[in-house]
């Protein structure tokens, strides 16, 4: 297809699509003339990608970038090809603080994988951001005097397993790995708001349950 | 105690603890002298909860004092006291666009609560932010071409319910009724991370499990 009508199928204007290109978050079509080129369904999908890191994360252009060089690396196994990806989406500074709570955090959370026997997370600890999210975020609840530990966080870790469980059954439904680790890199940025959402919603309807609505 | 001993033991300044109680976000001390007055228990937890909505959360201190004035409102029952309080915190802006994937995407949130019997969720739709919030988030899947409806959409939903019967578990080993509905709205704001940071680990977890790491 000619640009226009990838602008008209994905909803991206052309000045825009053009700004990708230049920025190189979008591969060059194929030259059919001096100056027209021709575009693919992969175009399609990876403008579809760019939008949701873009405008939907918040994901500055360098970063998306880098993201993007993530994704296309076929030399990676799928689990550091979509990590890796994952690891350079942008997060919350750390605290610079290796206080008491931080010390506390690292601990609790170290007994919580060695508990569900996640090896691969404690393997990887020293490197993830992920792992370091979780530190800081249990920190903070300790910090405020909530006195949260493996004990209490196991419960929601193996819940939050078997979500992700569904998540990669779904991946595994789409027909080639470039979509499967497009998706979820996707699914990454868009699914948390909906978890959040119906984290809430149950949350209420759990309450009206025990206690009624008045 | 003395306003310096709160300072002490909250670990908030003095003029920040005086800051709160001009602006009504900390109810005024026992009066036992001209200048001073006497605090107990329940300031340092109510200075708890505000460092949470406010440092932690973002919330604007007007925001702050309108959740803080359902969580005192004794007149309510436990459902409607929290969740005003939980309805009353920022959120992301809506669209103001009511698009085919809005649409789209209420059908499917609706035609999930009433495959899943979410009675209360259903009856408070109209009013929940919760639930404007779930169909936001759906339509932005929606409208970037990832086919979310009601079947996929359920699995998670039932897994987050499993979340809320453990919030609601752990919030009922407070003593009083005030720090029950205190401990829903902290762990609100501030219990949102670690599910994130949780649900992320697990996915590596998974995925090193389903397709190995190299």
Redo the contacts between chains.
């Keep these: 297809m000619r640009l226009a009508e990838l602008s008209e199928r994905s909803g991206v204007s052309t000045a825009t699509i053009k700004y990708y290109l230049r920025e190189g978050l979008l591969p060059p079509g194929r030259r059919i003339g001096a100056t027209t080129a021709d575009y693919d369904d992969t175009h399609l999908r990876r403008l ?1 990608l760019v ?2 890191l873009i405008q ?1 994360g918040g994901v500055p252009v360098a970063k998306a970038r880098e993201v993007l060089r993530h994704v296309d690396d076929e030399s990676l ?4 090809r ?2 890796a990806a ?1 690891w350079a989406l942008p997060r ?1 500074p750390e605290p610079e603080a290796e206080d008491d709570a931080v010390v506390t955090a690292r601990a609790e959370v170290d007994r919580l994988l060695e508990e569900l026997g ?4 404690r393997e ?1 600890a020293p490197l ?1 951001p ?2 370091r ?2 530190v ?3 920190a ?2 300790i910090r ?3 006195r ?1 530990d493996a004990r ?2 196991a ?3 193996r ?10 059954d ?1 991946m595994e439904e789409y027909p080639s790995e470039a979509e499967r680790v497009e ?2 890199v ?3 940025v ?25």
Excluded at 194 to 213: C, D, F, P
């Design positions: 579809r939008r949701t939907v196994g799928r689990t550091i979509a990590g994952l919350l996640w090896s691969t997370a990887l993830s992920d792992h999210s979780l800081v975020a249990v903070s609840l405020l005097g909530y949260w209490l966080l419960p929601y870790a819940l939050m397993h078997q979500v992700a469980v569904h998540d990669l779904n998706a979820a996707a699914s990454a868009l699914f948390e708001p909906v978890l959040k959402a119906m984290h809430r919603l149950a949350q209420e309807e759990e309450s009206a349950r025990r206690y009624g609505l008045s």
